[in-house]
Antibody, heavy 120, light 111 residues
Framework: EVQLVESGGGLVQPGGSLTISCAAS????????LNWVRQTAGKGLEWVSY????????YYMDSVKGRFTIFRDNAKNLLFLQMESLRADDTAVYYC?????????????WGQGTLVTVSS | VMTQSPLFLSVTLGQPASISCRSS???????????LNWFQHRPGRSPRRLIY???NRDSGVPDRFSGSGSDTDFTLKISAVEAEDVGLYYC??????????FGQGTKVEIK
């Protein structure tokens, strides 16, 4: 059974930093691309970032470029999102999401999410 | 840009429901596939994919859910709404990215 378990969320002050992680199991981690998608109260679901199976290709939504860094550890089946210069509008539940290639498309599996709150 | 309509849907139990999703550009990718997905987000749960590549139902998804459409216009249909279908529904395109883009979401409630 595919499992994605996020952790590391919490309360952080504006301008602060936080790294959230996602522990994966139930599939061959190094074979799949992954994403971070967030849910905000006002904007619904937003795709945040993508990393390829090897980690060699990464992409970000415009509003987090230069502030967020996605990376993965294929030896430990872990995905990370390092977030810096956090703003109030980064407040959201962050989900780890696995893609399934061109045959089965994007967003097949989701974790339970971790809440990041940016507030003073 | 992905535009959903309606944004709010109040449906009687057992009646059909339909959600539209329109893209500002054709979602047909160079490999011939159209990477348009539908997701359900029920209260207190993680989002769940229902449909991938326009019309393919995910494993375990009830057959009352169906997806259709092509090019720029897509539809999610629920043939007979059940109480457990209450929640938000999103379309998402993965054909031309970054960014992968979601629609605004459609809230489904029982009348």
């Amino acid at each position: 059974e595919v499992q994605l378990v996020e952790s590391g969320g919490g309360l952080v002050q504006p301008g602060g930093s936080l790294t959230i992680s996602c522990a994966a199991s139930g599939f061959i981690f190094k074979n799949y691309a992954l994403n971070w998608v967030r849910q905000t109260a006002g904007k619904g679901l937003e795709w945040v970032s993508y990393i390829s199976d090897s980690g060699s290709s990464v992409y970000y939504m415009d509003s987090v470029k230069g502030r967020f860094t996605i990376f993965r550890d294929n030896a430990k089946n872990l995905l990370f999102l390092q977030m810096e210069s956090l703003r109030a509008d980064d407040t959201a539940v962050y989900y780890c999401v696995r893609d399934s290639g061109t045959s089965y498309g994007d967003g097949e599996y989701w974790g339970q999410g971790t809440l990041v709150t940016v507030s003073s | 840009v992905m535009t959903q309509s309606p944004l709010f849907l109040s449906v009687t139990l057992g009646q059909p429901a339909s959600i539209s999703c329109r893209s500002s550009q054709s979602l047909v990718y160079s490999d011939g596939n159209t990477y348009l997905n539908w997701f359900q987000h029920r209260p207190g749960r993680s989002p769940r994919r229902l449909i991938y590549k326009v019309s393919n139902r995910d494993s375990g998804v009830p057959d009352r859910f169906s997806g259709s459409g092509s090019d720029t216009d897509f539809t999610l249909k629920i043939s007979a709404v059940e109480a457990e279908d209450v929640g938000l529904y999103y379309c998402m395109q993965g054909s031309f990215w970054p960014p992968k883009t979601f629609g605004q979401g459609t809230k489904v409630e029982i009348k």
